[in-house]
């Protein structure tokens, strides 16, 4: 068992377990990359390196989630676009500039969401390489 994985079936309660069991099931399939747990835990699919012009540099997950017990977090970095077409459809939920944060995913609309991890790893694609974790 990988640490994210062991991370993931360490979630409680079993209710928000069982939602990151099928964020990480739809993650897999949409972005066709293993998981990994980044800063302990946030659960990552594939990573991108970096360089600013301040010549700051590193890596970091292309995207993912984190599963708390008051809400989900979604990933969809770095945050450039902001795909409003998607997020109308997405369901009920908040948004900061690269987090969408659900309290729970049955308020999610999935075909929508599965839109939007493909379409900010496809953005994220055209200003960073992206490989697999």
């Known amino acids: 068992m990988t640490e994210a994985e062991a991370h993931i079936a360490a ?3 079993a209710a928000r377990r069982a939602e990151a069991e099928r964020l990480d099931t739809i993650f897999r399939e949409v972005t066709g990359f293993k998981p990994k747990l980044w800063s302990g835990r946030m659960i990552g699919y594939g990573q991108y390196d970096y ?3 301040t010549g700051h540099s590193g890596k970091f997950l292309a995207t993912g989630f984190a599963a708390a017990k ?3 977090s979604i990933y969809i970095l770095p ?3 902001a795909f409003p077409d998607i997020t109308a459809r997405l369901g009920k939920h ?3 500039k690269s987090c969408f944060y659900f ?3 049955d308020d999610a609309d999935e075909a929508a969401l599965r839109e939007l991890i493909r379409a ?7 200003r960073w390489p992206i490989t697999p974790t």
């Not at 900010?120 to 055209?126: E, F, H, N, S």
């Open 120 to 126: 900010g790893l496809d953005d994220l694609a055209t």
């Open 94 to 96: 908040r948004h900061g």
């Open 51 to 53: 360089t600013y012009e």
């Open 103 to 105: 309290t729970r995913l």
């Open 11 to 13: 979630i409680e309660p």
């Open 79 to 81: 945050g450039y676009t």
């Open 70 to 72: 008051r809400q989900i």
